[in-house]
């Protein structure tokens, strides 16, 4: 019988499980029961939030993956409150790390745009959102996206209307390193940005508010190829939303943050396969 070539699921799975092992120990306890693995844990989350599915669901399916199940190793399925338990278990800075993990996989330019965008914190119905009294129904996301390989590098998320240029900084302290020139709209348009930027030798290309002629001469002066690829940054967050779900399905919102962290990571594997 011909060997069937490896699927883009299968593909993923074996990237995903070596990403994990080199963020996360074995097991999260020594009085752990040893059943299952932290790594298979973080790709089977993975994996949920790829194929934007319940708990139940990706189970049901991984009955008939079992190549998928051999790359992870797993002789047996958890339940699904065994991931929902790892789920709350591993912290933020966990996958913090997997997502830097994953930008490595991708050859980044160092030409980095900044933007923002809304998701739902529930795909419930209005009845429930106002007896539930959810006021706020998005949830803010900036991601940090390399322009030219679409990478995510980092993101913030915040409950909270907070301006473009106070979440700005934050990104900007966190990856010096992985940024050369940073690409952001009006938005951003903020002299404490331009200093903290400069002072990490990141060269801000950021259009200016046209308040005065200079402003506007400003911005005539900028590198129309180079700020182009500004874009790509929107481009980014359209693909999140259409590949993963432009809703979040956790209802806390501290899980909200893990679950879309999550999708950042996926997103960079998915690009680097």
């Known amino acids: ?19 994990a092992r080199r963020a996360v120990s074995r097991y999260s ?11 298979q844990h973080v790709v089977l989350l993975c ?3 790829r194929k934007n599915t319940t708990y139940r669901g990706l189970l049901d399916e991984l009955i008939e993956m079992p190549r998928i199940r051999h790359a992870l190793g797993l002789s047996e399925l958890p339940t699904p409150s065994t991931l929902c338990k790892a789920f709350s278990r591993l912290d933020m800075a966990v996958w913090r790390v ?6 490595t996989l991708l050859p980044t330019s160092g030409i980095v745009g900044v933007d923002a965008s809304g998701f739902d914190r529930s ?40 301006h473009d240029s106070q979440i700005a900084p934050s990104l900007i302290k966190r990856n010096p390193d992985d940024i050369d020139i940073l690409l952001g709209d009006k938005g951003y348009d903020d002299q404490k940005i331009r200093r903290l930027a400069r002072y990490h030798e990141v060269r801000p290309l950021i259009k200016h508010r046209e308040s005065t002629s200079l402003h506007k001469a400003w911005n005539a002066r900028l590198d129309a190829n180079l700020y182009g690829q500004r874009s790509q940054s929107e481009t980014v967050n359209s693909t999140l939303k259409r590949k993963y779900g432009a809703f979040v399905r956790s209802r806390r919102w501290w899980k909200q943050f893990r679950e879309l962290t999550i999708a950042c990571l996926v997103h960079n594997v998915d690009r680097s396969l």
């Open 1 to 19: 019988m011909k060997v069937l070539p490896k699927s883009q699921i299968l593909r993923f799975t074996e990237k995903a499980i070596h990403l």
């Open 29 to 39: 306890s020594k009085f752990s029961n040893h059943r299952y693995t932290l790594p």
């Open 47 to 49: 994996l949920k939030v």
């Open 98 to 103: 997997i997502l830097t993990l994953s930008a």
């Open 123 to 162: 795909h419930a119905s209005k009845h429930y959102t106002k007896r539930a009294e959810l006021t706020i129904q998005q949830l803010k996301v900036t991601l940090l996206a390399d322009a030219k390989v679409n990478a995510i590098l980092d993101l913030h998320v915040t409950t909270t209307r907070k």
